[in-house]
């Protein structure tokens, strides 16, 4: 049976919520319903709401932006709405933006963990609405990696940033409507909030599971492999090795111009990781890092998404991989000058890059972080609509 989203629910039996109302929307390309078809264009084209402005998040509301890329406002030349980016001048809604707004409808499709910047955008839109004392909707949507399994540690309040805007580990199992009920009450925003629910969805369904399209959020997330491996790909990030950007294999490629790819699989493979094999492969990336370079590394298979542990398994890659170059691997430095380093912002605090650095083993990362993920996990229940 395939689930319902929030956004067809709303439009079957809920446009009381937005009826006599001047409305927002926060959408993104896989903003859609089972039939592909945009909630910018239902909800403008409905005779019952009365949308007047669009937001959009990283990548555009159109996804036509790369990862970091910013974005203007503009007129959006479909419905000639005005867009206000909140990837561009300003990551928060204005309360020039939500001046003509009596309410705002936020239809994410975020990616399960808590470096995906539709978190951050989603919880500044909640707190700029609560200034200007406006009601937020939700339109709940499915956890792509499900909603079962937490992993990772707690951010440190310390290193917060815009991939890193709460005290979350890095996967969190909620559903994004989930997470702005467990925001809005523990980070003391207390917005007006309503969330949406699905209908026929359950914990333990990957998007695969839902009988829905997949549609990517992120331009170099385009497939749900990509989302699977990206709670412990993403880390590549913060440091000198590709993540496989510029290529058809964002996040399941890894590499560099000076890895040997043969060594590095079989050294990889030998670790015997739950749920992932590595086989050798050779890449020239058009954009991003090691761009019209040849870079050779692994290609990451995950054999058992189950089993897997994304988080765990990249601290035994980057250790690997730190041990077997270690006058080459590096991680990549601050974005700005006095800012923390990538790495520490992606892992919410500095413990991940010294312990790697120090050569201590990595599994002593996973004991630390099991206090406080076990206390999440008693956390997220009270906010858990499935």
Excluded at 23 to 38: E, F, I, M, Q
Excluded at 77 to 100: C, F, I, N, W
Excluded at 243 to 254: C, D, K, L, M, S
Excluded at 331 to 338: I, L, T
């Amino acid at each position: 049976m395939t689930t319902t989203l929030g956004l067809e629910v709303l439009l079957a039996s809920q446009l009381r919520l937005v009826a006599g109302k001047r409305v927002g929307l926060v959408a993104c390309p896989s903003s859609v319903d089972r039939h592909l078809r945009g909630s910018v264009e239902l909800l403008h084209g409905h005779p019952d709401v009365n949308l007047v402005a669009l937001f959009g998040p990283e990548h555009g509301i159109r996804g036509d932006a790369q990862a970091g890329a910013k974005v203007d406002s503009a007129i959006d030349p479909l419905t000639q709405l005005p867009v206000h980016s909140l990837y561009g001048k300003t990551q928060r809604p204005t309360a020039e933006m939500l001046r003509d707004l009596d309410a705002i409808i936020i239809d994410l499709q975020d990616g399960g963990v808590r470096f995906y910047t539709f978190v951050a955008t989603a919880l500044y839109v909640m707190a700029a609405a609560r200034a200007a004392g406006i009601s937020v909707i939700i339109l709940d949507r499915p956890a792509p990696i499900n909603g079962a399994r937490v992993e990772g540690p707690i951010l440190n309040p310390d290193y917060s940033s815009f991939v890193g805007p709460a005290p979350l580990p890095i996967r969190y199992g909620l559903t994004i409507g989930e997470l702005a009920r467990l925001l809005n009450e523990r980070g003391k925003v207390h917005c007006d909030l309503t969330v949406i629910p699905l209908g026929n969805w359950s914990r333990a369904m990957w998007a695969d599971d839902t009988g829905l399209p997949f549609v990517p959020s992120s331009p170099n997330l385009p497939t749900l492999d990509a989302m699977t491996l990206y709670p412990g790909a993403c880390l590549i990030e913060g440091t000198n090795l590709s993540e496989g950007r510029g290529t058809t294999r964002p996040f399941e490629y890894i590499g560099a111009p000076w890895v040997k790819a043969e060594p590095l699989a079989a050294q990889l493979n030998a670790l015997k990781l739950a749920g992932l094999r590595f086989r050798p492969v050779y890449f020239v990336p058009t954009f991003s890092k090691h761009q019209s370079q040849l870079c050779a590394g692994v290609h990451i298979y995950v054999s058992d998404r189950e089993q897997f542990q994304p988080v765990a398994a990249m601290l035994r890659v980057l250790q690997t991989v730190k041990r077997s170059y270690p006058d080459r691997f590096g991680w990549r430095q601050a974005w700005q000058p006095g800012r923390q380093r990538p790495i520490d912002l992606l892992w919410g605090s500095d413990r991940l890059r010294r312990q790697i650095d120090a050569d201590r083993p990595v599994d002593e990362l996973a004991a630390q972080w099991q206090p406080g993920l076990q206390e999440f996990e008693r956390l997220r229940r009270d906010y858990m609509l499935y």
